[in-house]
Structures are given as C-alpha cells and as structure tokens.
C-alpha cells in the first residue's frame, strides 16, 4: 500500500480484492495506476485506459468566473453542500 508516485499505488492482492470497486473508480476517475503485490513481488498492475476523465484544475477555474454572479445565498448552499458531503470518495492507500 506504498505510493510510487502521485497517480500510482501499490498494493496487495488481498486488499485490493476487498477494495475493487474504489480502485476501479480511482483508475477511471482520478487517473491512478494500482500495482498488485503477492509475496512481495509485482504480479499485476490496474490502469485506466484514458487519463483523467475529469479536469479538476479546470473545474475550478469555470467556477472562479462563475463567482461574481452567485449571490451569498448560492455560495451558502454551496458550503452546505460541501459540508455535508466531506466523506472522502476514494481513500488514499
């Protein structure tokens, strides 16, 4: 369960089989390669077959234009919507 880099993680097959579907999401959402270990040794490697799906960095830039015309009441259920939504989608490894 060691990070490579920032887009590849390694772990064990017997965690990854518990986590499948995170991985799953992580590779085609997030871009990140998952290299599965037995004994120590590399066996297989989980990787998206296109990068990033989503551009996040550009997201946030559509959204910087976006804010002189949200008024404070949208930027309040904003905030509430990412409050009550701070459960983390795709743990780190």
Avoid at 1 to 29: G, H, L, S
Avoid at 33 to 48: D, F, M
Avoid at 70 to 90: A, C, G, P
Wanted: glycine share 4%.
């Amino acid at each position: 369960m060691k990070n490579k880099n920032k887009e590849t993680q390694i772990m064990t097959v017997t965690t990854a089989r518990a986590q499948i579907f995170e991985i799953i999401d992580a590779a085609y959402y997030q871009g990140v390669e998952t290299i599965l270990t037995r004994n120590g040794k590399e066996i297989a490697k989980i990787v998206p077959l296109e990068k990033k799906q989503v551009d996040w960095g550009k997201r946030l830039v559509e959204l910087k234009k976006l804010m002189p015309t949200l008024t404070n009441e949208d930027i309040r259920e904003i905030e509430q919507v990412r409050s009550n939504s701070r459960i983390k989608r795709f743990p780190q490894w």
